[in-house]
């Protein structure tokens, strides 16, 4: 009880003075780089939307297919290859374009082939399947 | 063959289009749509008349319904932030960029209580002159 008093003093005196971070345990570092130490990273809770409302989707199916082609290439191409031809807008991918006619027209497409023609616009050669006729279905869009 | 058209190319009434709802206004927007792209195919096959101010029409009406639904849209938002310090940059006043700096009025009348007590004590005095 004694020996333990002093000592107990001299600590507290150093704590007073010094503070008690006194001891910091050595981290081992096995590598000689020190890379970045993972942190937490909280989601992001905005306290405001920064637009009110969402924007409209610009290329919906509608905007996508413009008009078909009846011109004498692609009435031919109705009849021989089983391909309706399609003019569409410029940003439209095969994909867009393919599920466009699929909305639009309930006619899956077979495969579809693009170009841009010399004046800007896209053109689309959608070509159905067998069992599908192009001629019924440009009927039934109405273009013939 | 063909399909008759789903309705005439009437202007459509707006203050008929507010009485619906945000349901029904996305099912006449297509059904707009769907009439626009029908007479675009009309065009190309060359049937009977231009189908010119028929197009028109339909464009017009598609764009009044896209203005009622924003509108709609808008409306809910603001009522949905009224009273709160943060809203949406787009529904704040827009004014202009330096204005928008500006110090507010309260922040421009703040007077140090030195100044207060010059502007007391020793006031630009009035007189009345002949």
Partial sequence: MMMCATNKAQAARKAA????HGKKEKKEHTSTTFRLPKTLRLARTPKYTRTATPRFAKLDQYSILRQPLNTETAMKKIEDNNT????????????????AVKKLYDVDAAKINTLIRPDGVKKAYIRLPADVDALD???????? | MRQPPLCSATKVKVSALHEKSQAELTQSLDQYKREL?????????????SKGSKIRDVRKNISRVLTVITRKNRDSVIAQYAG??????????????????ALTKHESTRRTVRQQKKDAHFAVRQYAIK
């Fill in chain 1, 84 to 99: 309706l031809v399609f003019l569409v807008d410029v940003r439209a991918n095969k994909r867009h374009i393919k599920d």
């Fill in chain 2, 37 to 49: 792209l029908d007479l675009k195919v009309q065009q190309v096959a060359g049937a009977g008349a």
């Fill in chain 1, 17 to 20: 003075l010094k503070g008690v």
């Fill in chain 2, 84 to 101: 709160k310090k943060h809203i949406p940059k787009d529904l704040r006043a827009k004014k202009t960029r330096a204005i928008r700096r």
């Fill in chain 1, 137 to 144: 279905v440009a009927n039934k869009i109405g273009f013939i």
